[in-house]
């Protein structure tokens, strides 16, 4: 492994998925030495997520046109959410053809194709990829500072004045750095996936879609039963993508395993009739950072940032879900950063607060800070499954037509609340819950 | 001997426990292709055969059962979503490292310190997904 020569470098990424490869890819292209260390076989093998990618504007600015040459799945110009109960389901259906027109709006995208690409536009500007190396403790100088990383390998010491952990939920140099403190499980989501085979023709006409548009369809209620979290489907090229986020700790409390809710959700009869005749590619699985800006850590210390997922940049507010956005936001902010440290040659916690300042400062932080409310009014219990069976029975209500005189929509409101044993004040406090977190 | 789990139980219910073949502990860069009405109801058992794994020969992760020995939430055994925790008759657990997904969930669950010690294996090793 590396000798004196080639185990120096200006800046060391850890974790080659869309924040350390965005990050390796700025600081490569303004000339340093990166190196960009990935546990895996290959970047992508280790990550999983729906996956549907936003904020396709920012990654046409890193790479133009990427969709040209990235090996992207569907542009997304159809978004359905879907508030479900035991056997029906109430939707909102969006969809507008000016999502259709590059940079489009979003991407749905298989992560072990796309992060593998996207590192590879960071080795082809210079950066060093190295695979399957493990890189999970901190190197530090005489006063503390963090100056490299070792590799679990022979003579694995790697050193650069600034590294960026870019090294997923589980950051464990996050936590060694002691920027990050340890989990509570109802802060944290397992997310459990299936892609399915669905030959292109079906799939185009079984979900109203025409060339390489593509679906993102989420959903809450029963699917998940008295556990917290959602569910989703997205459409790939010839597959989809489908599968169920659940808050740790209600798994656990409802003892019941994701893998059982995920058959659940397939069965449900909104759902099973769009996934006839598809056979399974691949199951997954991965945990996520859902708690928001709680937990989104301090992002700097001496000669360290931190970005993506092990800053726990992960936005999941009921109304998005995303992820990748916020990861190569965050990544190429800290590089910028690194190149500026570079330069006035002081790698100081000081100095690096440009970084979680810059981010205070762009769509990232702001995001985060705004909708602080919003994961813990989406994972409350009346959320989750009262209001979703609401919608569902008082559609009922409204479309049964039976001979009985038929109510008016207030009527039908009125009746399902006290039905549902949910009282005024419940109801005011769920709407100023659900205000503060959405809607102002 | 082994308490009759929740999964087992679910699929007895819907009659869709899977004979042991269907336990394909190290799938190649084949994937397995089953027909639609079984893809509905399939636990994990099988669906853990589409998943490439490179096992390593050493555990990333151990399982302490002298502190799991008084737990009575068992925490681990419904949050890992590859069923690789099985609570014995005895009180005390099993686990089997080979087949994990290395999400973190387990140790998130867990309330009792020292129970699991988690790292992440070796590079190269582990799950490699190429689709998820």
Redesign the interface.
Known sequence: MPNEITNRFDMIVVGAGPAGSAAALVAARAGLKVALLE???FP??????GAAMYGTKLINELLPNFWESAPVERYVTRRVLSFVSDKASFSVDYRNQDFAEPPYNAFTV???KFDRWLAGQAEQAGALLL????A?QLLRDQAGRVNGVK???EEGELYAPVVIAADG??S?LAKQAGLQKP???EE?S?G??????LDRETLESRFGLTGNEGLVNEYVGAITGEACGGAFLYTNQD?LSLGLIVQ??S??E???????LL?RF??HPSV?PL?????????????IPEAGYKLVPKLYTDGLMVAGDAAGLCFATGIYLEGINYAIASGAAAARVAVQAKRANNYSAAFLQQYEAELQNSFVLKDFKRYKHAPEFVNSTRLQNFYPELLCDGAQELFTSNGQPKKKLAGIAWRQLRQKKVSPWQLAQDLWRGGRALGW | MFELK??DK?NELTGKLKPAQDLTPFATEQ??????EE??????DA??G??RF?VDATPHITVDNSVCQDCS?H?CV??????LFTLLSDGSILFNYEQC?????CY??C?REGAISW??????F???????
Not at chain 1, 254 to 260: L, M, S, V
Request: charged share 25%; net charge positive; proline share 5%.
């Open positions: 546990r895996g076989e992508g093998s280790k990550n999983c997520s298989l992560r072990p695979t399957e190396v493990v999970d590799v679990r390998r939920v589980n464990f989990f509570k499980s944290m397992l459990v996936k299936e892609v399915v085979n597959s740790i700790s798994l656990v409802n003892k019941i395993p994701a893998y059982d058959d397939k069965q099973a996934l006839k005749g598809s056979t399974r590619r691949e199951y997954s699985a991965h945990m | 929740l999964r679910f994937v397995p292709v089953r027909p639609s893809v509905l109801t399939d636990g994990v669906r853990l589409s998943v490179l939430t925490a419904y949050a890992c979503p590859a069923n997904f290395e999400c973190g969930t998130v669950a309330n790292s992440y294996p070796r590079g190269g582990g799950v490699s997904f190429r689709e998820a």
